[in-house]
C-alpha cells in the first residue's frame, strides 16, 4: 500500500518561498511516477509539476515554470516542491500523488489516473 504525507506548508508574503516535502512508503519514489497538485477554494484541482520514476523527466504547468522546482530522493522516499516568488494565487491546498504510468510527456497527467494521494498541506500566500 502506498502512504504518501505532505508537509511543508504555511503562510507566507508573496515573493517569498516555501518547501513541500511527500514522505511516501518504501520503494514508491524511484516505482511511480510522483506530482503535485493543488485546489484552491471554489476552483478545480490543476496538476502543477510532476516527475517520472527515474527522476529524469520533469514537467510543470505553465502557471508556475520558472518558480517551482520538483525533485525527488530515492534515499529518503521523500518527493519536494520547491516554490519560489510565490504569489497570491499560488494559494491553495497542496497534494501529493502518484500513478503508475508513465509521466515523462509533454503534458501534466490529469488527477484521475493518480491512484494514490496524500491529505494535503495548505499553502497561504499574502500579498
Known amino acids: 500500500q502506498v502512504q504518501l504525507v505532505e508537509s511543508g506548508g504555511g503562510s507566507v508574503q508573496a515573493g517569498g518561498s516555501l518547501r513541500l516535502s511527500c514522505a511516501t512508503s518504501?520503494?514508491?519514489?524511484?516505482?511511480?511516477?510522483m506530482a503535485w497538485f493543488r485546489q484552491a477554494p471554489g476552483k478545480e484541482r490543476e496538476g502543477v509539476a510532476a516527475?517520472?520514476?527515474?527522476?529524469?523527466?520533469?514537467i510543470y504547468a505553465d502557471s508556475v515554470k520558472g518558480r517551482f522546482t520538483i525533485s525527488q530522493d530515492n534515499a529518503k522516499n521523500t518527493v519536494y516542491l520547491q516554490m519560489n516568488g510565490l504569489k497570491p494565487e499560488d494559494t491553495a491546498m497542496y497534494y501529493c500523488?502518484?500513478?503508475?504510468?508513465?509521466?515523462?510527456?509533454?503534458?501534466?497527467?490529469?488527477?484521475?489516473?493518480?491512484?494514490?494521494w496524500g491529505q494535503g498541506t495548505q499553502v497561504t500566500v499574502s500579498s
Open positions: 500523488a502518484a500513478t503508475n504510468r508513465y509521466c515523462g510527456g509533454r503534458t501534466l497527467l490529469p488527477d484521475w489516473v493518480f491512484n494514490y
Open positions: 518504501r520503494y514508491t519514489v524511484g516505482s511511480y511516477c
Open positions: 516527475i517520472s520514476r527515474s527522476g529524469g523527466s520533469t
